[in-house]
DNA sequence: TAAATTTGTGGAATCGATTCCACATTGGTT
DNA sequence: AACCAATGTGGAATCGATTCCACAAATTTA
């Protein structure tokens, strides 16, 4: 394998002359530049990226921490990162925690010892021991989809996406609204969602009866167990649902119509995340767009800066939009 | 940071004798091993990989190049590969393509510089110019879901998933049997599995008119769009669909609901992938599971095994099932 | 008892880049 | 003309690990 030495020999140049010609940083001659480019164009030398990383402490490399690959959230954002990130010549290194809390701590550790240049933290909750972690790596790092006090962060709205679409099944003429949730400890999409959801329903004078709401997790069966809970044991029936991710709202979906539930006729439902499938559900699910992938841009936009002392939003709040379908 | 010479002199040895506790290698007293082991629990010294690779030429990183991370497929085999990966201690540097074939070959180039271990090429074609550059590169490579000669690689069994298909729609009666695939240049969705369905049809003597055979890509929309073209266009009409993906069926349903022609009793459907929505589909959807984890898996002890020159099998071919739902 | 082998250890070389220092030459300023 | 600054270059040190060589002591074998 061809290394400085070699260019260095066959451009009759010391090795100084040829770092100093790739890393265009000090004086060259014009003609040492020539012969320099020359051959290593003519070799298709590329630089030991070890050896550039141990002398330069950058490898080049951001870690990607998710809790899943799997589900939509997840996957677009990590297209949206890898798409900026390449343009600037980065590269990901996964780490996929499979929903396992305590693995996002160890895959901390670990883009420490890779000596990752950054870390992307796809987070499903900002627990203390997790928040201390962070602030000890001393590596820069961007939260997405969580707030959390000083880190940089990419945030959707997910407070006043709920409000918003809970006042539009209002503004529809629901009065008894159900909702599905997941756990709290998920500070975005497990209290901020159900905050909107609760205070929206306050502002309008509408009570929550405790039999019309219901947790899952982030799966579809789930939330098809959450709808036959919530009408197995209501008295009075709620006439919509609003469920915190649309894989709930399909599996509630599949619930309803296996009991003969009309939607949106007898009950009304939307989700929030824009899942690709949920336009072909039947009805067509309405739900909430957070536009992922460009959360992605974003975050590694952040990353970026903060990597290269470049002044940059440490906050970044992303927007939201209603996509009104035929199940509410 | 803790370097080896830190923990040399805390130890009272010399560095030569620190690298010979931490790698298990050479003679080292017992006495001097537990004062070493001792320093390094309690400075919680960990080796720089950058030092570590320039020297033994080792990265414990395997390179993953797939089209999209969006869909079921690619991202069941990283989780699959990604488990049985780190397991070992390697992480997953991702590349990815967006679907650009070009791609492939500059992140093949790319990964050699990175000097990763491994590569796991997740290949949507085996074109010339693809398998020419990978026998160049030098490095163990792993191709899933294409069949390459003299490269190791993790299949499926495309033609008998779709023979058997196509026969479980003939068995129950169907004759006129539609067909939505992809573009030929992806020989195993493309090319196999359509050559299953026609081998099936020939093999029981029916005919397939030109008219019931379309081309979509790897997206629901155009499954919608071949449908709407078969119907559009065929004289006689079809009474049974295989798609070669679920995503291109459940377009075809989305496109039959609008239609009014009911599924299975006007029109019987199928596809091929196990996507996790194909069960919430109205009616749900029969499908061919491929077990796309477990090809991760397989594909990690494959290239990691090539890496250690452990023997290991260097073709496999995953296995399938079919799940028969209402939509047929 | 002497020779051979094993055990244990430290230090230099090495991996392949970057960076800094020292030196020489050329050009500009006083 | 002398001094200072700019230009250009090569080589050593450095990054932090691994590995090999040389040496000494202890143990085993003939």
Redesign the interface.
Known sequence: MITIKDIAELANVSRSTVSRVLNDSGYVSEDARKRVEKVVKETGY?P????K??RTKK?K?IG?ILP???T?TP??I??GL??ELSKHGY??????T?HDKEKEIEYLD?LK???VDGIILIATNTDAKLMKKIKELNIPLTVIGQEAEEVMCVTYDDYHAQRDLTRFFIQKGHEKIAFIGVDESDRAVGHFRKKGFLDEMAANGLSVEKAWVEKGIFD?DSGREAMEKILSRAVKKPTATVAVTDRLA??A??YL?KQGIKIPQDMAIAGIGAS??SQ???PPLTTVDYQNEKAGEEGAKQILASIESSPFQKKIIMGYRLIIRESI
């Open positions: 590329v030991s990226e070890q050896a990383s141990l490898t490399v990607v899943t690959i799997q939509e996957s677009r990590v297209t890898g798409r590269q990901i290194l996964l780490a996929n499979d670990l010892v890779r000596q579809i399909i599996g979906m599949s119509k690709e499938i072909y559900m039947n």
